[in-house]
């Protein structure tokens, strides 16, 4: 079992910065994957950043050149360093965790965006 806790988020300005953090603990495998994810009301949820182990990134073309994913491995802990926000930005942001064969979510945490 891996659980998951996101901190961070919260009310921003358009133009402004938010970091959110994510932090997993319980049976962490060496090689896995962790990411961000967020949906927005009356939406699918899609994909934000992914860092691998070895810190590999990939990242949504939406989210680009704005956004930083990173991670501790000491400390099994991703960020994501939101810059530029912008109002569309707004939505629930959930951290995921890939490793072992099995995915993990945590409880997610709103970033809402005022223009």
């Known amino acids: 079992q891996v659980r998951l806790v996101e901190s961070g988020g919260g009310l921003g300005q358009a133009g402004g910065s938010l970091r959110l953090s994510c932090a997993a603990s319980?049976?962490?495998?060496?090689?896995?994957?962790m990411g961000w994810y967020r949906q927005a009301p009356g939406k699918q949820r899609e994909l934000v950043a992914t860092i691998t182990s070895g810190r590999s990134t990939n990242y949504a073309d939406s989210v680009k050149g704005r956004f930083t994913i990173s991670r501790d491995n000491a400390k099994n802990t991703v960020y994501l360093q939101m810059n530029s926000l912008k109002p569309e930005d707004t939505a629930v942001y959930y951290c995921?965790?890939?490793?072992?064969?099995?995915?993990?979510w945590g409880q997610g945490t709103q970033v809402t965006v005022s223009s």
């Open positions: 995921r965790y890939q490793g072992g064969g099995r995915t993990y």
């Open positions: 319980g049976i962490i495998f060496s090689s896995n994957v």
